[in-house]
């Protein structure tokens, strides 16, 4: 009983107008403080235990996860303000399919509400600068839904401060297949031509006349001019093609096309690709036969990474997970690799503000300063010896 | 800025309406005072705001000219932005005196409390100690991966043998504890170059735990053979054949430990993104070839040719640092994997590795559900 007073004597003087002023001028300090030291560009949310909140708090299971919206517009509100720059949320995964179908449609209808509010309050998302992006199975939301997502992602792509993600029938597997897919296909599709200076059909014809007079020859001069292996690892997708490549593709324009297209993989396969191989990594300029394809030895994780739902946003800094499951669940598992700060926490999402963030980003700004003080010493000792 | 109680509760009445309560103005009304200012960002609303102070600043003096008022104004706005920066850096640098004062406190407690733990909880390489901690444990995880550091100070061979000291040390609780795989994930890949060393380091360590009825090992690494040894009969000893025969006539009693066998896998950076990079060069390969469309490529595929060539997902990763962080581990491969730690802890030690599977026992698996 006395509980009950006490937070009711709490709410009152929390809802009190100088307590209220003077917590939203604590809130807008802190922000401002924060942004002052380092900044992660890119922080991801599990928005995990709206369910167990309503549960506990004896409420609709839908109205916890309307809690929870409520709650990541404070924690976007509070990372726009510190400067991130990127923020992904776990909204729906594909495994959230399985989940009680009425659960399921009042979760598609809460994101089509919300976002049909973003496209009418664009202005609201303009102040900070932010676009929202969708990502994951699209073809997997109701066509209703997926036309408002749709008409959000326009309404709000000319703004390109910072980045809302939000991962709406996703899991990082099949985002992981998706690129390796993409890459795939990337790298099985022909190139267009191009032309340089060289005249391929000279060199062409020159080969054949030299292959006319000795078959043999013909694999020393496919080997020999051969490019460089650092030429292979060349990242860059359009550099200058080297004219070696032509020849020893177009050399074997005439046996090896239907070699291909036949799926034979004989010796004459074989010698596609390594036709294939020595072409370098090269989309746009290639020579106008359909077999040429880039080298998938130049494949890095710089590709695939290009072929991800996240491509183009800064790596991971901060992943930070509600309701005390200490696991990944198939979120971000590309991306959290490297260098990201994993932070799981015992609140649920619905819960979440800036009391539980704050320490989140004080510790990982205070980790980041001795991780270059360690670094500095490290430099130091190796100068000394 | 958080919403006060007023606001909020009409945001809600109207949310749980399906937005229908209020029109969009009135909704943008309720919101106009939460807003930051439009950012100053943009060059072209910045004359806009100039105009706004200008036409401001002169209908309340007119006499001043427009020019002046206009610098004025700026020259206030820089001192107070230079003020509030002031100010923001002052309470920064607060936060941060505070935090690290925390941080010391929070390291010194949980430094005495992991002593505490570590004292408590103690091997004392008996696997029978080990197996009566675990008795009583919902569940085990049967494939264990740890994250372990190559200490690289100065000399490698210094940090070298450390590791595969705790490398034997993990595999021998492993194999007390009754869990048969275990991964041993070392950045660097500097294990992966010395299998038989560590291969005997933990069949050493074996032996000191077990005696002579000790459990069969293999270690291996992705990509290369496996090094085994049969059960209490080591290669290293080939007079122990006997051993071998009397570990099977007493298997009556002891059926947990002598039937048992422990299979080692040492991974590195190299089997996490690089593996999946080789994966897509194959691929790749085989649908130039068009020996496989694009479309082929399944999220099936891709796990069986992971789990295939490295290794299949373990059900519980225990990271022996201070904090979570994954460093290049396979990314595929942790889906659903329990991560456990110990915050600021250090070190690799048999508490940290108890506690870890009491908390797997007590974990929950939903799925989405």
């Known amino acids: 009983m006395s509980d009950l007073y006490l937070s009711r004597i709490r709410n009152w003087f929390l809802s009190s107008p100088p307590a209220e002023w003077a917590l939203n001028r604590l ?40 809690l929870g919206f409520e709650a990541l517009a404070r924690v976007l509100e509070v990372c726009y303000r510190c400067g991130v720059k990127v923020v992904t949320v776990y909204a729906f995964s594909l495994e959230n399919f399985h989940r009680p179908k009425y659960e399921v449609d009042g979760l598609m209808q809460l994101a089509k509400v919300k976002l049909e509010q973003i496209i009418q309050h664009g202005e609201l998302l303009d102040r900070y600068g932010a676009s929202v992006r969708v990502l994951g199975r699209l073809d997997l939301i ?95 997708q359009d ?83 509600t309701s005390g499951v200490e696991r990944l669940s198939d979120f971000m598992l590309w991306q959290c690799h490297q260098g990201t700060h994993i932070f799981f926490l015992k609140c649920f999402w619905p819960e979440f503000d800036l009391w539980h963030f704050l320490p989140v980003l004080v510790e990982w700004q205070w980790r980041q300063k001795q991780k270059a003080r360690d670094s500095e010493r490290a430099r130091r000792r190796l100068k000394q010896e | 800025m958080a919403l006060n109680p007023r606001d909020l509760n009409k945001y809600r009445a109207d949310a ?47 006499s001043a000219s427009a020019s002046r008022t206009r610098q004025d104004r700026k020259t206030r706005l820089g001192v107070r932005r230079f003020l509030l920066r002031q100010y923001h850096q002052l309470v920064f640098v607060i936060i941060h005196i505070f935090f690290s004062v925390y941080i010391r406190l929070r390291q010194a407690y949980h430094a005495v409390a992991n002593r505490f733990y570590s004292v408590y909880y103690y091997h004392h390489r008996t696997p029978e100690l080990i197996r009566r901690d675990v008795k009583g444990l919902r569940k085990l995880p049967k494939h264990l991966s740890v994250i372990l550091t190559l200490d690289d100070q100065g000399r490698r061979s210094a940090g070298l043998e450390r590791l595969m000291n705790e490398v034997a040390d993990v595999a021998a609780w492993c194999a007390s504890a009754g869990i048969p795989e275990l991964s041993v994930y070392e950045k660097t890949g500097f294990l992966k170059e010395f299998l038989p060393e560590t291969h005997l380091a933990i069949s050493q360590q074996l032996r000191s735990y077990f005696g002579r009825d000790r459990p069969s090992l293999s270690v291996r690494a992705p990509h290369m053979p496996a090094i085994e040894s049969a059960r209490s009969s080591s290669h290293l000893h080939g007079s122990a054949g006997g051993g071998g025969i009397g570990s099977s006539s007493s298997s009556g009693d ?116």
């Open chain 1, 27 to 66: 809130r807008s300090t802190l922000v401002g403080a924060l942004a002052q030291g380092p900044i992660p560009g890119h922080v991801a949310f599990e928005m995990d235990g709206n369910r167990r909140y309503a549960r506990s708090h004896k409420i609709e299971t839908i109205e916890g996860h309307s």
């Open chain 1, 239 to 321: 550099h200058d093609h080297d004219d070696a490549v032509s020849t020893a593709t177009t050399l074997h324009s005439s046996d090896s096309t239907t070699a291909l297209k036949s799926g034979c993989d004989g010796k004459e396969a074989d010698e596609a690709a390594a036709a294939g191989l020595e072409d370098s990594d090269d989309n746009g300029k290639t020579a106008a036969s359909p077999r040429i394809y880039p080298n998938p030895e130049t494949i890095t994780p710089e590709t695939i990474e290009r072929h991800m739902y996240t491509a183009g946003c800064p790596p991971l800094d901060i992943f930070v997970r």
């Open chain 2, 254 to 369: 002891e059926d947990d430990s002598s039937g048992f066998h422990l299979s080692v896998l040492l991974i590195s950076a190299e089997d996490g993104r690089d593996s999946m990079v080789d994966l897509t060069k194959t691929l790749a390969e085989m649908s130039q070839r068009k020996k496989l469309k694009p479309d082929d490529i399944s999220m099936e595929l891709v796990d069986a040719e992971l789990t295939e060539s490295i290794m299949s997902e373990p059900d519980l990763l225990i990271l022996f640092g201070p904090h979570v962080e994954l460093s290049s581990y396979p990314p595929w491969q942790i889906r659903l994997t329990e991560i456990f730690h110990v915050p600021d802890n250090q070190g690799v030690e048999y508490q940290v590795f108890y506690r870890g599977l009491r908390k797997y026992a007590q974990a929950q698996m939903r799925k989405g559900r």
């Open chain 2, 16 to 62: 749980r309406a399906g937005h229908k309560l209020m029109t969009p103005e009135e909704r943008l009304k309720l919101f106009q005072p939460y807003l930051p200012p439009p950012p100053p960002r943009s060059r072209s609303s910045s004359p806009r705001v100039d105009e706004i102070t200008n036409a401001r600043s002169s209908s309340s003096s007119s």
């Open chain 1, 142 to 236: 109701p066509p209703d839904v997926l036309e408002v997502v749709e008409r959000a992602m326009a309404a709000t792509a000319h703004n390109t401060e910072c980045v809302l993600n939000i991962c709406f029938p996703y899991t990082s597997r099949e985002e992981m297949t998706t690129a390796i897919r993409s890459t795939v296909e990337e790298y099985s599709t022909t190139p267009r031509p191009h032309s340089t200076a060289f005249s391929q059909s000279r060199i062409t014809q020159k080969l054949l006349s030299k292959q006319a007079v000795s078959p043999e020859a013909l694999e020393s001069i496919r080997e020999s001019p051969s490019p460089p292996s650092s030429d292979e690892h060349e990242l860059d």
